[in-house]
């Protein structure tokens, strides 16, 4: 007994030196892996498409912040906070308050300022964009100007596109963003803003800020702003991206994910080429698809690249195909083409082979559709060029 916990104290001494140096490259390891994906927040979404953007109304309760008589920054922080959140929700951004009545968390300012960033990295949120008012010893100055987490290129691109946003809709906005050493910015992982609306100070601004119309405009030029932000995030990802292989019809390839495959003639018979599908940068953020699900949006999204093919490739549809309905249950997706797929058809049978062949290929390597129901004008059953009907739901 004696001689075994000596010699497990050797061994344990003798180990502590190089269990420190494994550890501490572990931890180095971690924090550097962690930092990259800080760093780029929206270039691991392109699976999950999940975008969280926590919104900060400044101040509340006791901490009124600054003030203008009966006009109180911390209301009008919170207005224009719910309806930026408002807007963020109808174009499939989860938008997440920090705050949503006038109240301090746990009744403690100091509590609550550690909170806030607190909430954006807890729900690992895309991006954390503080609303705030300003005040100044004269009523001169006037605009909104945004500040951006210190040494962060992230907050500064997307401090850049709220500014332009903020210049569109009113020219006294004309500012320049600034680095701002703030507390809650320092402290959210993600890139983080916050936003001065105006002076209330200055008699214009203060009528502005302090009219619905005006917060309504305010709340859909951050809104314009953040989704330019992702949008530009977004594309320069899609340009790495793209691929260009030829397949033909016979070859036996594993399904990629998110590919599109259009027609092109070769001495050897139609082929089918394949070419990256790209992320919906134009389509994602409508305010019309907010029903619609990711797998949704991206169908709609395939289709429509389907129909717009790069040069000197063939698209599998004819040119005046609409999609009239898309839903996805448990993994079919159901497809309603308008009548056009079928009155503007002019392939004869091989290119029709080809074509469903084209757009079934195109619409499997969506990740999780795992069926497909394609009707024409409302109707199963029917044909596009008449020689394959369209009857039985298709499995991958
Ligand atoms: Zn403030």
Redesign the pocket.
């Given at each position: 007994m004696g001689a075994l916990t000596m010699y497990l104290s050797i061994k344990l001494r003798r180990g502590v030196i190089p269990v420190i140096i494994i550890v501490s490259i572990i931890i180095t390891v971690v924090i550097i892996y962690n930092s990259q994906c800080i760093n780029n927040p929206v270039l691991s979404k392109q699976s999950e498409m999940i975008f969280k953007v926590v919104v900060d109304p400044?101040?509340g309760s006791i901490d009124t912040?600054?003030s203008y008589g009966e006009i109180y920054?911390k209301d009008i922080?919170l207005r224009v906070a719910l309806l930026v959140a408002e807007e963020l929700e109808k174009v499939n951004i989860i938008p997440i308050l920090t705050r949503k009545k006038d109240k301090l968390y746990m009744n403690s300012r100091q509590k609550d300022i550690r909170h806030r960033p607190e909430i954006a990295n807890k729900n690992k949120a895309d991006l954390f964009i503080s609303i705030?008012?300003n005040n100044f010893p004269s009523s001169q100055p006037s605009g909104s100007q945004v500040f951006y987490k210190p040494g962060s290129g992230e907050s500064r691109k997307l401090a850049e596109e709220i500014q332009q946003e903020l210049i569109k809709l009113r020219q006294a906005n004309q500012r320049s963003i600034k680095n701002g050493d703030f507390y809650v910015l320092k402290k959210a992982q993600c890139p983080a803003v916050l936003i001065e609306t105006g002076f209330l100070s200055n008699p214009t601004d203060r009528e502005r800020l302090t009219d619905p119309v005006y917060q309504k405009q305010l709340a859909i030029a951050l809104k314009n702003g953040i989704i330019n932000f992702f949008q530009s995030r977004l594309s320069g990802k899609r340009q790495e991206k793209t691929l260009r292989t030829n397949v033909s019809l016979e070859s036996n390839d594993e399904h990629p994910s998110y590919q599109l495959y259009y027609l092109t003639d070769s001495p050897t018979g139609i082929l089918l080429v394949k070419r990256k599908l790209s992320f919906p940068t134009n389509n994602f953020f409508k305010q019309e698809y907010s029903n619609l699900s990711f797998k949704e949006i991206m169908i709609i999204s395939a289709i429509n690249q389907l129909l717009d093919p790069p040069d000197n490739l063939i698209s599998p549809l004819p040119a005046k195909t609409k999609i009239d309905d898309v839903k996805i249950n448990d993994g079919i997706a159901t497809i309603d083409f308008s009548k056009e797929t079928k009155t503007s058809f002019s392939g004869g049978a091989t290119v029709e082979l080809y074509s469903l062949e084209a757009v079934k290929k195109t619409l499997f390597s969506i990740p999780g559709i795992k069926g497909l129901n394609i009707l024409i004008n409302g109707k199963k059953g029917d044909s596009i060029g008449g020689h394959i009907f369209l009857k039985e739901t298709v499995m991958k």
């Open positions: 400044g101040h912040g600054t920054e922080n705030h008012a």
